[in-house]
């Protein structure tokens, strides 16, 4: 028998150690009245760009190269 530690952060429950275990082998979770502290969240490597890519309309690709001068010369 083997005792891990870990924590549920909410959806999944994540162990601190590595678990020595089989596939489909039986686990005794028990649940303590005891909290860890909460780490902050990392920050996503996404890029703004990455982000607003699926508003993107490759349609608009070619008025988007001369929208800045068109719009120069309307004001």
Same mark, same amino acid.
Do not use: C
């Given at each position: 028998?083997?005792?891990? =530690?870990?924590?549920?952060?909410?959806?999944? *429950? !994540?162990?601190?150690?590595?678990?020595? %275990?089989?596939?489909? !082998?039986?686990? @005794?979770?028990? @649940?303590?009245? =005891?909290? *860890?502290? &909460? /780490? $902050?969240?990392?920050?996503? %490597? !996404?890029? *703004?760009?990455?982000?607003?890519?699926?508003?993107?309309? $490759?349609? /608009?690709?070619?008025? =988007?190269?001369?929208?800045? =001068?068109? %719009? *120069?010369? &309307?004001?």
């Amino acid at each position: 028998m083997l005792a891990l =530690e870990g924590y549920y952060d909410g959806e999944n *429950v !994540q162990t601190l150690g590595k678990i020595h %275990a089989q596939k489909n !082998q039986k686990l @005794i979770i028990t @649940i303590l009245d =005891e909290f *860890v502290e &909460e /780490l $902050p969240k990392k920050k996503s %490597a !996404q890029t *703004v760009r990455g982000m607003l890519a699926k508003y993107a309309d $490759p349609n /608009l690709r070619d008025q =988007e190269e001369s929208a800045w =001068e068109k %719009a *120069v010369l &309307e004001k």
